[in-house]
């Protein structure tokens, strides 16, 4: 895996996930999440075929929480975009696949896989963290303003 600029397959300093030939995919871990979107590109046409898609699977520990699937344009570019929101996960693998969800191993029409390239990750914490940090931040704002109190 590297970082860096990819030309038009990326957006200026992109993730790169390298060597195809054992059905590569970006594997990512953070803390509970609702939501996650991410660009990804290098998708040419000499290395897919028809029907391929990208795939983006959440987890919640171990446990597959859901996926979300887009086709390949096949175009070469960074210009797509992929995104799960729903039930709470802390991990998530993206991956190119064929139309039968098989990863790219370097079978069918390249010699080699696919390289994945992708951009722009997201997250959005969930609720309760939200609601943690406002109570949070509510707590000390009524420390302070109590401790003003006492001093005057």
Do not use: C, W
Not at 1 to 18: K, L
Not at 36 to 64: C, K, R
């Amino acid at each position: 895996m590297a970082v860096e600029d990819y030309g038009e397959e990326s957006i200026g300093n992109a993730i790169g996930a390298f060597d195809d030939v054992n059905g590569n995919a970006l594997r990512m871990t953070f803390a509970p999440t609702n939501f996650i979107g991410m660009d990804f590109g290098n998708d040419e046409p000499s290395h897919t075929n028809p029907g391929d898609l990208a795939l983006l699977q959440v987890y919640n520990d171990a446990t597959l929480v859901g996926f979300s699937t887009v086709v390949l344009n096949r175009d070469d570019l960074m210009n797509q975009s992929i995104s799960f929101n729903g039930a709470s996960f802390d991990s998530a693998i993206f991956s190119y696949t064929d139309s039968f969800f098989n990863p790219f191993t370097g079978g069918g029409v390249a010699s080699t896989g696919l390289i994945e390239i992708v951009d722009n990750i997201s997250l959005v914490p969930e609720p309760e963290t939200y609601a943690m940090l406002l109570a949070g931040l509510g707590l000390i704002g009524f420390m302070a303003r109590r401790r003003k109190e006492a001093i005057v």
